[in-house]
């Protein structure tokens, strides 16, 4: 059985740093895309970042570029997704995200493209 747990999320000022975490249960990650995305209250949850776990090649956003760093623990079978200078904007809930199939194959921005997800974890930044 998958499982995918977030942690880490909590409230910040702007400007401030957060990192989030997403341990993996019942799948070796080296076979895997892991994304993160995050879904603000009234809106679709959106594309924030993805990884390819055995190369490490990353994809990101426009809106958190430079900002946000994706990166993966493979002796920990942990994601992370490292948040800087973080802006009002930037709350939401967070959910890792994990597929199966080749980014040749799928849209690695794409929500549909994902079948397993964590339960969120919310991130608030203050003005």
């Known amino acids: 059985q998958v499982q995918l747990i977030e942690s880490g999320g909590g409230l910040v000022q702007a400007g401030g740093s957060l990192t989030l975490s997403c341990k993996a249960s019942?799948?070796?990650?080296?076979?895997?895309?892991m994304g993160w995305f995050r879904q603000a209250p009234g809106k679709e949850r959106e594309f924030v970042a993805w990884?390819?776990?055995?190369?490490?090649?990353?994809a990101y956003a426009d809106s958190v570029k430079g900002r946000l760093t994706i990166s993966r623990d493979s002796t920990e079978n942990t994601l992370y997704l490292q948040m800087n200078t973080l802006k009002p904007e930037d709350t939401a809930v967070y959910y890792c995200?994990?597929?199966?199939?080749?980014?040749?194959?799928?849209?690695?921005?794409?929500?549909?493209?994902?079948?397993?997800w964590g339960q969120g974890a919310q991130v608030t930044v203050s003005s």
């Open positions: 019942g799948l070796t990650f080296s076979r895997w895309r």
């Open positions: 995200a994990a597929a199966s199939a080749s980014v040749r194959d799928m849209n690695p921005r794409a929500v549909t493209s994902y079948e397993y």
């Open positions: 990884i390819i776990w055995s190369s490490a090649i990353t």
